[in-house]
């Protein structure tokens, strides 16, 4: 899970600038780095590419939903096996292996175990997080910027609700 997690957030809105940019090309361009980030997913093929945008894209868009119909195209063109192991017991694995077939076996892992729709987006700033609440309720990516690169979403959110309804008060 943690592996498609990393793939999405290679479109980020970054707080100072809130201008998105792409970090897929310099990773894939980079092997090192791709297997470092992605170590069950194949280097990015020739001919993959566009395809690749278009599935990160269309995984961000089925974030939170328990069985997106947008991804059984995916997979009509993508097809994945379940294989036995141990740990998990089942892994699926894709029937023609490369970056896209190798992401979409993550998925459907992520989906076979329950763990898909607790992968969302911050509505804020659009970055992918797991939610580990016991309710799967978390919105934004963080209430706090812990981390110099973090985002406060949640605090700025409420600090934004808040203002609103003291202007309609006093209006």
Request: proline share 8%; with cysteine; glycine share 8%.
């Amino acid at each position: 899970m943690e592996q498609v997690r990393t793939f999405l957030n290679t479109w980020r809105l970054p707080n100072d600038t809130r201008t998105p940019e792409d970090l897929l090309p310099g990773l894939a361009g980079a092997e090192a780095s791709w297997r470092a980030a992605l170590p069950d997913v194949a280097p990015v093929g020739a001919g993959e590419w566009e395809e690749l945008l278009r599935l990160r894209a269309d995984l961000r868009d089925a974030l939170g939903e328990h069985a997106p119909d947008g991804l059984r195209g995916w997979l009509a063109r993508h097809p994945v096996v379940a294989a036995l192991g141990d740990d998990p017991p089942v892994r699926h694995r894709p029937q023609h292996p490369g970056a896209v077939g190798d992401l979409l076996a993550l998925v459907v892992d992520a989906m076979a175990y329950g763990r898909w729709p607790r992968l969302k987006a911050c509505p804020d700033c659009r970055h992918v997080f797991y939610d580990h609440s016991r309710n799967r309720s978390r919105t934004w990516c963080g209430m706090y910027a812990e981390r110099p690169e973090g985002r406060a979403c949640g605090s700025i959110a409420k600090v934004r609700t808040y203002r609103k309804r003291k202007r309609e008060q006093a209006a």
